[in-house]
């Protein structure tokens, strides 16, 4: 099946840094990517929709001035966490859908602490 | 709004038992249903898909859904679980309109003890 690759795979911050996770889709062009949160034992919540080349489609409640998400290439998009805070620790996945099919493959995910 | 609901939060079963998980949506519109499974440490895996056809849909592992569209349910079943089936499992519902993301519900713990 298709591949969706995450980096970092973990990462742990100090309060008010920005954290930067990339999100690729290996061997398919994503035209959409989403973004999602889980907390422990927790499903998973959409944050973002991104859609390349465009705005991102973010869900209600998420802050977009907090969570940017950048989708520059059919194969790439970036969800930076600005001035991230304690609460803002979660495992953080990201989806990416193929121009012509239609199931999602998801990434390993990236585990963030802020201390 | 889309929505999923998970019956069971917590499943515990002997191997050899049998496994149904239930799952409901809520959707107005024609879906795209999903089985995924979560193992211990480990990312996102699609064990089955229904989109149109045979409601029936077989999966990888052993794992079958029935998608009954006047109950709006799909739920997953395997006839005999096996320890390695210990995992968290969520159902997930897309509609097939335009560029909709997964919603996914709750999930289910399944535990399997020897």
């Known amino acids: 099946g298709a591949v969706v690759s995450q980096h970092p795979s973990w990462v742990i911050c100090k309060s008010g840094t920005s954290v930067k996770i990339e999100c690729r889709s290996l061997d398919f062009q994503a035209t959409t990517m989403f973004w999602y949160r889980q907390f422990p034992k927790q499903s998973l919540m959409l944050m973002a929709t991104?859609?390349?080349?465009?705005?991102?489609?973010?869900e209600q409640g998420v802050e977009k001035d907090k969570f940017l998400i950048n989708h520059a290439s059919l194969t790439l998009s970036t969800l930076t966490v600005t001035s991230a805070h304690p609460e803002d620790s979660s495992f953080y996945i990201c989806?990416?859908?193929?121009?012509?099919?239609?199931?999602?493959?998801f990434g390993p995910g990236t585990r963030l602490l802020v201390l | 709004a889309q929505s999923v609901s998970q019956h069971n939060h917590h499943v515990i079963l002997s191997e050899a038992a049998s496994l149904e998980l239930g799952c409901n949506y809520s959707?107005?519109?024609?879906?795209?249903l999903f089985w995924y499974v979560q193992y211990p440490g480990q990312h996102l895996q699609l064990l089955l898909k229904y989109f149109s056809g045979d409601p029936l849909v077989k999966g990888i592992k052993g794992f079958e859904a029935e998608f009954i569209k006047s109950k709006f349910s799909f739920n997953l079943r395997k006839p005999s679980v096996q320890w390695s089936d210990t995992a968290e499992y969520f159902c997930a519902v897309r509609g097939r309109s335009g560029n909709t993301p997964l919603v996914f519900g709750k999930g289910t713990r399944l535990s399997v003890i020897a």
């Open positions: 959707y107005g519109g024609t879906v795209n």
């Open positions: 989806s990416a859908r193929s121009t012509s099919g239609e199931t999602q493959y």
């Open positions: 991104s859609n390349e080349g465009s705005k991102a489609t973010y």
